[in-house]
């Protein structure tokens, strides 16, 4: 029994300690706005994919988006991915309000070698997925369900979940799985990048907080959800 005990302790120590390596040097990366920057290149990107068939034909249901630009996934045996997000949300007349940043972070157990680097949209498809999202951290497929949504042209899957994402992925990994991704509010870059101490519903729900610089791609949020 204590061996087991020992060996359990010693699985969880070393998921924490990969998880741990691999965020630092993701969420070292950039600053707010060259990530918001990297999130227009992104969003582009995936309206653009003929394998986002699905993404853009559902894009104008979403209630609101994640758009992680960078997200670095490393480890052998026992690893994990780290990043950083944009969401905005969307209120009852169709505007979009944000962005808020948000660190993401990830481990995972099993056959896995190299580093890659991916690039992922979610769309949140309900009340619940976006009411998950003004907490300062959300823990996607507990307090949010989330799903991978379908690959290809004319992919006609159904997909019930609060969250379905898409990734894009070079190197030694096919993509990335959202689930039990830990998303927490980056309290310091929001601070850095509305020059004041601000909370998620303050921006995405309330709107009583702005920043031009993110105007931009809201206007490329509001195009997307206008196309189909």
Wanted: glycine share 12%.
């Amino acid at each position: 029994m204590l061996a087991r005990l020992l060996r359990s302790a010693g699985i969880a120590a070393m998921l924490a300690a990969s998880a741990a390596f691999v965020a630092p040097s993701a969420l070292a990366q950039k600053d707010p706005q060259t990530t918001l920057s990297m999130s227009e290149a992104t969003l582009a990107n995936f309206l653009r994919d003929p394998d986002m068939d699905w993404l853009q034909r559902n894009f104008g249901r979403a209630r609101g988006v994640l758009i992680s630009p960078e997200i670095v996934k490393a480890g052998f045996i026992f690893g994990g991915s780290g990043g950083r997000g944009v969401v905005y949300a969307k209120d009852a007349s169709g505007k979009w309000h944000g962005p808020v940043f948000y660190n993401l972070a990830t481990a995972s157990v099993g056959f896995q070698a190299g580093i890659a680097v991916s690039e992922g949209v979610g769309l949140v498809m309900t009340e619940k997925g976006l009411n998950s999202l003004l907490a300062t951290s959300v823990k996607l497929g507990g307090d949010a369900s989330v799903a991978a949504g379908p690959i290809g042209a004319g992919a006609k899957s159904d997909v019930v979940a609060d969250i379905v994402t898409f990734s894009r992925s070079k190197g030694v990994y096919g993509g990335l799985n959202f689930d039990g991704t830990v998303m927490t509010a980056a309290d310091d870059w929001n601070q850095q990048f509305y020059g004041k101490k601000v909370l998620p519903p303050d921006v995405l729900v309330r709107g009583t907080v702005k920043n031009p610089a993110g105007d931009k791609l809201g206007a490329q949020l509001n195009a997307a959800a206008m196309k189909k």
